[in-house]
DNA sequence: CATTGGCTTGCTCAGATGAGCGGCGAGTGG
DNA sequence: CCACTCGCCGCTCATCTGAGCAAGCCAATG
């Protein structure tokens, strides 16, 4: 089967070169080199068989295309973009991910849809990339963190999104984590609040983040105690998305912590038939495995450390 | 054209990855993806348009297939092999270039052909790297020339071929060149040495090297006084192959200093069917390109330098 | 010398593919 | 509001291509 000597070889070359590099038909060949079509084929195939023939998929910028493309059929995924920024600087990831994942809800939103978004570091970099808009309601799914470092509100937010789209916007000043069930439960109760949410089960495309249950890889986890935190990580769970809960099945869990929290509810957040999960970092692997396994989420913008451990195992 | 958001980017790369990567049908891939087949041709159009997909040929060893094809086909030769070694060193290169002429006349030669075999560094490598051949007849080309740090005759090459082959072989031991064009006559006349050199008719596959009229181009060029060099020179002459000198176009001369050669005559050399050419160095370029222009040789054996140097040009 | 087995070659025919065409809808200017 | 243009889409038909098959070739073997 080994084409022998340096003849053979450099004829399989002469008729993958006009093949592939020149894109001839396999007739033309055979007719140009006085062989057979059939003898042509053969050739080709050998020339696959021994690997002399190198195709790749070349990235395009700061995207991965291969990668995204291997990522999105690997998991079903309705999209996937994956980022490969050679700076490993977290705020320039985020930074990249956000202008991929900004391009690609300028491409997918249309005017029919109703856009949610929760308060997230990962959602503003997006919603602050965004350049254009289709005229689409925009939905805030959740309440806001204060950080030290980070500015946003989740007003903020979704009025930017409004505003660039020229569409209607529905929005409430209240925090996403409170000190107990009550003073949540209060919140929720007011009116703006109440409707705001209720709207979230007209969203048809959300973006949001997701939070690994560890150190540093969930703003919310790191705002509770931590006996809160182990207890929780007890119940099995494992991530979270907008402060909705799921363990390693991605099955949604309803700790009593979430009685506390101001954001969308579980069953709103399943029914959204698109929600775009911007994400990076290798850490975060388990979480969103766990979340593409519980249909939470059905896209992904992804940094490439990430979409390989994803592409890894399994 | 351009497929503008990312979704579509990775549309284009998905549709590119299962076609070329997984070898599927277009059929296949379009119902797969649940778009018609001419949208999935007009995708992979698009990504080979915009470069998305890059297909090379892959070197083998030390040979560039992809270059000796292009070769092959550029000059229309019916063999051609480009040995690509990282060396550099006039030995090794040699030596690499042997080993795949020797592949090469393995493969080609068969028991019905003639092998002719003219004294040469790189002929003698060639037959030194052989480790079989078919059983056919070989026949001296020329006479030898002594050098010092060269101990073969060209009866030595012709003797190891036959040996090889199992065929017959006819040497005669005379020089190369001689003093006077007399002396050369004398030799020529000599029974063996006519009928050796008669046999040239019958050749049907001859291995040289070529020389180009230059210093250290040519182990002929520089064995002839200075005199004799500038006036082959200003005949015109640019190279030889065997002893038989051509000029730029490839036509071949015939200047008084071929009285005192003693080797194959031109039309018996212009009369073989295939000659293999076993050259190396850009420094040759022109000469080579004389001699394939000519028709004086039909294959040619070079390292990747001199192959690059013929296809830059023209 | 005949046989056999492995390998290569070219053929048939059905399914895949490409080129060109007409239809449809979105955007645009009157 | 309508006509126009332009780009995208899918269709048809002729061509190309792949899978499987049978004939020829070579070499090893009885």
Redesign the interface.
Known sequence: MAG???????L???V??RH??Q?RSKVEIAEELGISRFKVARLLDAARE?????????R?GT?D??V???L??RFGLT???VVDTPDRDATTVRQQLGE?AA??V???VTADDVLGLPWSRNVYAVVSALNRLAPAEVVQLSGAIALPDFDSSAVDIVRRAARLSGGRSHVFYAPFVLDDAASADAVRRQPPVAEGLARARSVTVAIVGVGQWAPGESTIHDLLSAAEQAELAELGVIGEVAGVFFDRDGKVCRPSVADRLVTVDEDALCGIPEVVAVVSGAAKEEAVRAALRGGLVQSLVTDAELARALLARS
């Open positions: 022998q000597g340096p003849a053979e070889l450099v399989i070359a002469a993958a070169r592939y590099l894109d021994m690997g002399l023939v190198r195709i790749e998929i070349v395009q995207l295309l291969d995204s493309a291997q999105q059929e999209h996937a973009v991929a391009h690609l300028e491409e997918v």
